[in-house]
T-cell receptor, first 115, second 117 residues
Framework: GENVEQHPSTLSVQEGDSAVIKCTYS??????FPWYKQELGKRPQLIID?????GEKKDQRIAVTLNKTAKHFSLHITETQPEDSAVYFC??????????????FGTGTLLAVQP | DTGVSQNPRHKITKRGQNVTFRCDPI?????LYWYRQTLGQGPEFLTY????????KSRLLSDRFSAERPKGSFSTLEIQRTEQGDSAMYLC???????????????FGNGTRLTVT
């Protein structure tokens, strides 16, 4: 069935270092890959997304890369700051008939940025 | 705030009782999703509506769970005969229409935290 695996489950970095979170997906029909940030007790918030016709996308300190052949996608955060500390979830969309966007989520990565 | 609104924020109930949650999506969004999230896990898909039509239900959704979106606006999720294993955060999300067959982002509400004692 549909599955998204995410690694690592926890990641601790020093402020200013880079952080990389990796995901793999099983459904070759997936065509949309968002990343969500969830702070403790709050809603998941979209931080960046990428579509299958693009290999890389960047937004300030955040970038996402996609390798459709290998079914891998990754989140890169540069110059990390303490406020980047949160749980990050990757997700992949799975089509159902003519509708889209049923997201399958990874298990999350707890990122801790040490000042 | 014109985001996705969920009520109540917290619900404590005794095992065997019925509970109902409400979700008000972003007004121009025609798609509405229910997810469940337990501690340390990612959101788990439960069901999906396009306008008033329920187009997909997860195989994980037992017959004690029912969702409605009668007028294509707000939605309710009811759990009958609650069990302790139902304790979780129930998240609602909405998204707009696709354009050029591209997916549109999901916007989540703050969720309803259910505790079954």
């Amino acid at each position: 069935g549909e599955n998204v695996e995410q690694h690592p489950s926890t990641l601790s970095v020093q402020e200013g270092d880079s952080a990389v979170i990796k995901c793999t997906y099983s459904d070759s029909a997936s065509n949309y890959f968002p990343w969500y940030k969830q702070e403790l007790g709050k809603r998941p918030q979209l931080i960046i997304d990428i579509r299958s016709n693009v290999g890389e996308k960047k937004d300030q300190r955040i970038a996402v890369t996609l390798n459709k052949t290998a079914k891998h996608f990754s989140l890169h955060i540069t110059e990390t700051q303490p406020e980047d500390s949160a749980v990050y979830f990757c997700a992949a969309s799975s089509r159902y008939g003519g509708a889209t966007n049923k997201l399958i989520f990874g298990t999350g990565t707890l990122l801790a940025v040490q000042p | 705030d014109t985001g996705v609104s969920q009520n109540p924020r917290h619900k404590i109930t005794k095992r065997g009782q019925n509970v109902t949650f409400r979700c008000d999506p972003i007004s121009e969004h025609n798609r509405l999703y229910w997810y469940r999230q337990t501690l340390g896990q990612g959101p788990e898909f439960l069901t999906y509506f396009q306008n008033e039509a329920q187009l997909e239900k997860s195989r994980l959704l037992s017959d004690r769970f029912s969702a409605e979106r009668p007028k294509g606006s707000f939605s309710t999720l009811e759990i009958q005969r609650t069990e302790q294993g139902d304790s979780a955060m129930y998240l609602c999300a909405s998204s707009g229409r696709d354009s050029l067959s591209y997916n549109s982002p999901l916007h989540f509400g703050n969720g309803t935290r259910l505790t079954v004692t």
